[in-house]
């Protein structure tokens, strides 16, 4: 009989998540360590199955990297220069831009260079979407810090109260 890693795993995270606070890659260092010394076996097994997700998820935060990195070192002012420089003859002036990548309606992840304007329209407007959801983010953890003051947010709310409150704001399931 083969061994569910998935769920076992999950009942490893969900013992060591039980009490309290932690930072998850203190714990996650913990837990790794002491499956090696307890259970290789359930640490490899799960490892496998999650190498797909992994790496995909390591692959997305590079891609979120690069973007963000391009915005905190860029001046607002810096992408219509260099349009400007490119539009006057230098050919180099914006190939940084083109190379950060987007993620697209299917999912796939294409460089700006190869969008077409109704596909940069679409990935504009998933920004905005994500603005206007941050700020309801936002506007929501304040009303209920504003109500809570420096008392825990359970002493107040249950989790049906704060699912109800949520969705009544259009902030969805």
Sequence with gaps: MSRDF??????VIDAETADGAYSAPILA??????????DPELLEGWLLIQATAVLSDWISTR????????RKTSRRD???QDAKAFQNGNETAITGWLEVSQVM???SRRRISELTGEELLWVAGEYARQ????KLHEAFLRAIAKKVGKDRV???FTNQQLDDMWRSLGGGP
């Design 63 to 70: 891609d979120r990297s690069r973007r963000s990195h391009v």
């Design 154 to 156: 359970a002493d107040h």
């Design 105 to 107: 309606k299917d999912g």
């Design 29 to 38: 260092r913990h837990i790794v360590y002491k499956l090696l010394a307890t």
């Design 6 to 11: 998935v769920t076992e795993m999950r009942q």
């Design 78 to 80: 810096k992408f219509a």
């Design 131 to 134: 603005a206007v959801n941050l």
